[in-house]
């Protein structure tokens, strides 16, 4: 009985013999030092659940000299009732970015499971949004945008809706986009006439008319404008991965490289929206030892300096170049982890020395 009584007090105990977590402590807004203010990261805190990691991992995009980070705040976390918001992640996530001194580029979208045509049919219905739900989601922008009013200065409708897959396994609809782009614009500025509204974060395909995988960003963005969506964006928010190719490679209709972004630039051009500016809010190069769109870690180095450097120079109208992805929450395990620049354990790799050397001028 002794013995007995003995293990109980100390099971009791243990809670309060633990070692305490991380202390969290925000403090006075910190200023990004950076040579380079094009520079950027897509940081992947949705599923990031203690504080002390998102505060790292934001501190790390500044001491890297990023000032611009893109980040996902999914519709289906933060309204799963119809209605009944909860914001404390996001408030987490936006306290802490705020804190670093970082430009928020937020980007909105998955659907709660009260909006999808057939909630049991999760996997393959949690990015379909029926036209009869677009008001809710304009709801949820401009509730957003409100909430965030002087904190996140830019947000991203929606994500590659050139791809069925970020469509909801349906066929690709450049009208239907853009008639949920015009509601969430006209939400967003209702709420925060100051909040910079991104269109397309276009996903670069090649895939032709009628495919089942999705449509060409060329061909979709077109189709946007003849669809009547230039009074709906403030700016375009593309993808650029550069995959085997060097940044300088040159852009071809039927080539997916980095610079394929002057071939978007050149549509705005001709639609009349040469005033407005881009975001390229993901980008960068893989080196996984054996997937065939990879290249070698060196090369992946060398390429992702010479990508911000390349936008910097030969692109006035491109205002950030965030790269995909800054650091996953847990492994992966395959390909993707070797977009990474900092390891799950915050270990920085060869790319983010490489670039915190370019942004803030250190001797390599």
Request: net charge negative.
């Given at each position: 009985m002794a013995r007995w009584r003995a293990a109980t007090l100390l099971l009791l105990l243990l809670p309060c013999l633990a070692p305490p977590g991380p202390l969290i402590v925000v403090g006075p807004p910190q200023t990004v030092q950076t040579n380079h203010p094009i520079v950027g990261a897509h940081t992947r805190l949705t599923?990031?659940?203690?504080?002390?990691?998102?505060?790292?991992?934001?501190?790390?995009?500044?001491?890297?000299?990023?000032?611009?980070?893109?980040?996902?705040?999914?519709?289906?976390?933060?309204?799963?009732?119809?209605?009944?918001?909860?914001?404390?992640?996001?408030?987490?996530?936006?306290?802490?970015?705020?804190?670093?001194?970082?430009?928020?580029?937020?980007?909105?979208?998955?659907?709660?499971?009260?909006?999808?045509?057939?909630?049991?049919?999760?996997?393959?219905?949690?990015?379909?949004?029926?036209?009869?739900?677009?008001?809710?989601?304009?709801?949820?922008?401009?509730?957003?945008?409100?909430?965030?009013?002087?904190?996140?200065?830019?947000?991203?409708?929606?994500?590659?809706?050139?791809?069925?897959?970020?469509?909801?396994?349906?066929?690709?609809?450049?009208?239907?986009?853009?008639?949920?782009?015009?509601?969430?614009?006209?939400?967003?500025?209702?709420?925060?006439?100051?909040?910079?509204?991104?269109?397309?974060?276009?996903?670069?395909?090649?895939?032709?008319?009628?495919?089942?995988?999705?449509?060409?960003?060329?061909?979709?963005?077109?189709?946007?404008?003849?669809?009547?969506?230039?009074?709906?964006?403030?700016?375009?928010?593309?993808?650029?991965?550069?995959?085997?190719?060097?940044?300088?490679?040159?852009?071809?209709?039927d080539a997916i490289n980095f610079r394929r972004v002057e071939l978007l630039r050149e549509l705005m051009v001709q639609h009349g929206d040469a005033h407005k500016q881009v975001y390229v809010t993901e980008a960068g190069w893989n080196d996984h030892p054996r997937w065939t769109r990879a290249v070698r870690p060196g090369e992946r180095v060398s390429y992702t300096v010479e990508a911000y450097t390349y936008a910097e120079a030969n692109w006035p109208w491109a205002k950030a170049v965030a790269m995909w992805a800054f650091r996953f929450p847990a492994r992966q395990r395959g390909y993707a982890d070797y977009f990474a620049f900092v390891a799950p354990d915050f270990a920085p790799r060869a790319v983010y020395d490489s670039v915190q050397a370019y942004a803030r001028g250190y001797p390599e």
């Open positions: 599923d990031e659940v203690e504080e002390w990691k998102i505060q790292r991992s934001l501190q790390m995009v500044r001491e890297m000299g990023a000032p611009w980070m893109v980040e996902f705040f999914p519709w289906a976390y933060i309204e799963p009732e119809e209605g009944e918001y909860n914001w404390s992640h996001a408030d987490m996530v936006i306290r802490h970015a705020e804190a670093q001194g970082l430009d928020v580029i937020a980007r909105l979208g998955t659907v709660p499971e009260w909006a999808r045509p057939d909630p049991d049919d999760q996997a393959t219905t949690w990015n379909y949004l029926n036209r009869e739900h677009y008001p809710e989601f304009a709801a949820f922008v401009g509730a957003f945008a409100a909430r965030y009013e002087g904190q996140v200065g830019h947000v991203i409708i929606w994500n590659e809706p050139n791809l069925s897959f970020e469509w909801g396994y349906r066929p690709v609809d450049p009208e239907g986009y853009t008639e949920l782009l015009a509601g969430a614009y006209q939400a967003a500025k209702a709420t925060n006439p100051g909040v910079t509204v991104l269109g397309g974060a276009l996903a670069p395909t090649l895939e032709p008319e009628g495919s089942p995988a999705g449509l060409s960003d060329l061909l979709y963005l077109d189709q946007m404008y003849a669809a009547g969506a230039s009074p709906f964006f403030d700016a375009l928010a593309v993808h650029a991965y550069g995959w085997a190719f060097p940044p300088e490679e040159p852009p071809a209709p």
